[in-house]
């Protein structure tokens, strides 16, 4: 889908794909991928097991050689037609990072029943409140960075889990980085199960303190 959105413009691309040993079949779907669409395009970067989100992103660039980097979900919740919008967007005012959201103009969610859309909707709110992250979604992770901010936001951040989203935005704010957003939405997965239970949300909540005390 991501060779159908971009493959047949100008923009030079890679695909880099970060597995933590998913048991879902991922990484044999990507050797597949790898085989049509050659190694020049689509980069395999496995793990051996679940490390981190934000030392998957570390491995990630380890392996990118372009100025920036895009990254999303591979579970088609971050839909491959927005791509386009998130360059168009930084090349407006060559902002350092853009980010999806789901809270303006026609942005949105598919698929949420009413506790997941409370959870989000709240999440975000009480965020805004303590945080001022001058962002309308605080708690997405569809996002473009040039590379070297995102390398110096990944060594600012200590936060792991659902809340490492909304610490890069923190950082991001605090370094004076220029942040642009374009309207996104967002569609619950149709295979696998949300990461989003009673542990996470107590996460959520501790580091959220910790961000209002720290920034």
Same mark, same amino acid.
């Given at each position: 889908m991501?060779?159908? @959105? #971009?493959g ?7 695909i ?18 790898? @085989? #049509? ?5 689509? $980069? $395999?970067?496995?793990? +051996?097991?679940?490390? +981190? ?7 990630g ?8 980097? #895009?990254?999303?979900?591979?579970? $088609?919740?971050?839909h ?9 967007? !930084? ?16 942005? &949105?969610v598919? &698929? ?5 859309k ?9 965020? !805004?409140? $303590? ?29 792991? &889990? ?29 295979? &696998?199960?949300?990461?989003? +239970?009673?542990?996470?949300?107590f !996460? ?6 910790y961000?209002?005390?720290? @920034?």
């Amino acid at each position: 889908m991501i060779y159908d @959105t #971009i493959g047949y413009s100008e923009i030079e691309y890679e695909i880099i794909i970060i597995d933590d040993g998913s048991p879902d079949g991922t990484l044999e779907v990507a050797k597949q991928l790898e @085989t #049509i669409y050659g190694k020049d395009k689509i $980069l $395999l970067r496995p793990r +051996g097991k679940k490390l +981190g989100l934000g030392t998957a992103y570390i491995h990630g660039m380890k392996h990118a050689t372009g100025d920036f980097i #895009i990254i999303m979900d591979a579970d $088609l919740s971050h839909h491959p037609k927005f791509i386009l919008d998130f360059i168009i967007k !930084q090349a407006e005012q060559d902002y350092d990072v853009v980010t999806g959201s789901r809270y303006i103009g026609n942005g &949105g969610v598919s &698929g949420w029943d009413f506790k997941r859309k409370l959870v989000s909707r709240g999440a975000n709110f009480v965020s !805004q409140i $303590l945080l001022r992250p001058k962002v309308s979604d605080l708690t997405g992770s569809f996002r473009l960075y040039k590379k070297p901010v995102l390398e110096k936001l990944i060594e600012s951040c200590i936060s792991k &889990g659902y809340v490492f989203q909304m610490e890069m935005m923190v950082r991001a704010r605090q370094l004076d980085y220029t942040i642009g957003e374009v309207p996104i939405t967002f569609v619950d997965r149709v295979y &696998g199960e949300s990461k989003l +239970g009673g542990s996470e949300i107590f !996460q959520f909540v501790k580091s959220l303190l910790y961000l209002f005390a720290t @920034t």
